[in-house]
Structures are given as structure tokens and as C-alpha cells.
């Protein structure tokens, strides 16, 4: 809600958007952009395709992005028409700068249900750290595979992705995954609990959460 009401950013050096590149999986993002000025890593999307490959999302100034693209064959980095920011990356600065005294104000606590960081491969475990987690957001760069690689190291039995998303990036995971997308879903994904032979816990009062 608050994020409607975010100013624009005190200085503007142009439009901002996303762009979508594939790069070899055993390129690191950061040593692909260590000298490019205003392009930074949005998102690490995972292998794509066979595996050799993986998806990042890259964020910066449109100028910055159509200049850096020029250095890889044509269509290979696409700049998309439809974000007008670059989330997940510093130009996002002054979101984290509105949101703090709001997030300072609110009262964060214990997780009772694990989360997993998508920041890093890290379970989060108290209120503080939650916090932080969305301090971060708006301007740290996120990672799937280490979303899921979490998700792994907790145990993770069936992974539910709620709503639209690039659903193929959640198939590496070790787990299956079912995608849930509108209410229509619903059905199938409980259907998949029982077709997995999971078992789920219950509460001190004996109903299953």
C-alpha cells in the first residue's frame, strides 16, 4: 500500500528499465557487469533450457542497458517495454529511503513457519531478520537457486508457486513443484499433497495446518 505513494527519485538521469539475457551457467553475473556503469543484476532466474545456460534479469538506466546489449549478438539481450524500473537494484534507493520509517514503525515477529531467504541460500529465523529482508528488497538483487536451494536444505517435500510467474525456473528444484495460478488450482494442488504421500503436521489441537 505504502508503495503507491512513493515519490519519484530526487534525481532523474532518464528512464529506467529491465532487460532479460542468457548467459553461460558457469558465468557469475557480478564479473559480467564488474565495469559496465548503471546496469546492475536484478535477478538469477537458474539453468535454463539444458542446463548450460542460465536466466538473469539485469536492471539499470534504458540508455545503459541498449549500450550494453550492443556488445552481445543481435536479440541476445532484451530490453523490456514493459517495467519501467529497475527492481530489485540501487536505482531502487529511494524506496528503501520511504519504506524505512514505515518498516522502523512496524512490529516484526519469530517466523512460526520457515522462510528462506531469496537473497541468500539462508533460512530466516527471527523477526530481524525478516526486517531486513525487506529492507533489501527493493534494491539487493534476488536468486531462485538460492530460494529453492533453501527450500532444499529445510527438507522441502512439494514446492506450491502461487500466482503468475515464469513457472520453468522453479524446475530444478529437487522437489516437485505445482503451479497454482488462479483458484481453479486449488484442488489439484491439495490432490498433489496426497498423490506425493506427504504427511502434514498437525497442531497442539490436533488440526492440520
Do not use: W
Request: hydrophobic letters at 40%; a negative charge.
Amino acid at each position: 500500500m505504502r508503495l503507491r505513494e512513493v515519490p519519484p527519485p530526487a534525481t532523474d538521469s532518464g528512464p529506467q528499465a529491465v532487460a532479460m539475457l542468457r548467459i553461460p551457467y558457469d558465468t557469475a553475473p557480478d564479473d559480467l557487469l564488474a565495469d559496465v556503469p548503471d546496469v546492475y543484476l536484478s535477478a538469477d532466474l537458474g539453468k535454463v533450457g539444458t542446463g548450460q545456460e542460465r536466466m538473469v534479469l539485469l536492471g539499470g538506466y534504458r540508455s545503459a542497458l541498449q549500450e550494453f546489449g550492443t556488445g552481445f549478438p543481435a536479440g541476445a539481450l532484451h530490453v523490456s517495454d514493459d517495467h519501467g524500473a529497475a527492481f530489485h537494484s540501487p536505482l531502487q534507493q529511494h524506496i528503501s529511503d520511504f519504506l524505512e520509517p514505515t518498516l522502523e514503525a512496524m512490529t516484526f515477529h519469530d517466523p512460526r513457519v520457515p522462510v528462506h531467504s531469496c537473497m541468500e541460500r539462508k533460512a530466516l529465523t527471527t523477526a530481524e531478520e525478516i526486517r531486513d529482508l525487506f529492507r533489501r528488497n527493493p534494491t539487493a538483487p534476488v536468486s531462485v537457486p538460492h530460494m529453492i536451494g533453501g527450500l532444499e536444505d529445510g527438507g522441502t517435500e512439494l514446492g506450491l508457486v502461487l500466482g503468475p510467474a515464469a513457472f520453468g525456473t522453479f524446475q530444478t528444484a529437487a522437489f516437485p513443484v505445482v503451479h497454482v495460478e488462479s483458484p481453479d488450482h486449488v484442488f489439484e494442488a491439495m490432490t498433489a499433497v496426497y498423490d506425493f504421500g506427504i504427511e502434514l503436521p498437525s497442531t497442539e489441537a490436533g488440526v492440520t495446518r
